[in-house]
């Protein structure tokens, strides 16, 4: 999710770090009351912050968690999941996309792009 579309979409980040919570995720990040904030990355040349919505361990393994929801900013938000994906990858972490019902085609077609069809969004 963009960060300016988080104010929008609190209620789904609760709802989605409750489903981490109850399938055994632990010391979670995120920006909401109550949780400490995920690690932002600065583009040096830019005014880009890229920052996970969620961060969380399960098994000694860190996961980097975003959420997909129906953008106008499509390209922002393709620039994050490459940016988390080769990450993750770097560093031997997990990337996973949370989506919900109405977003799933939004979520498959951004993934279709950016030739990221081995990711399986969580649908929540």
Do not use: C
């Not at 109850?22 to 979670?28: L, R, V």
């Not at 940016?83 to 996973?96: A, C, G, I, V, W």
């Amino acid at each position: 999710m963009v960060k300016s579309e988080k104010a929008q979409h609190t209620e789904f980040l609760e709802k989605s770090i409750s489903y981490l919570q109850s399938t055994g995720f632990e010391n979670i990040k995120a920006d909401l009351d109550g949780f400490e904030s995920p690690k932002s990355f600065y583009q040096k040349n830019g005014d880009i912050e890229l920052t996970p919505d969620i961060v969380a361990t399960k098994n000694g393994r860190k996961f980097y968690f975003d959420i997909s929801l129906k953008s106008s900013r499509s390209k922002l938000l393709k620039t994050k999941w490459v940016f988390l994906d080769t990450l993750s990858r770097m560093k031997s972490n997990k990337f996973k996309i949370i989506t919900t019902k109405g977003h799933y085609k939004f979520t498959d077609n951004l993934l279709n792009e950016l030739n990221l069809t081995s990711k399986t969004p969580i649908k929540i």
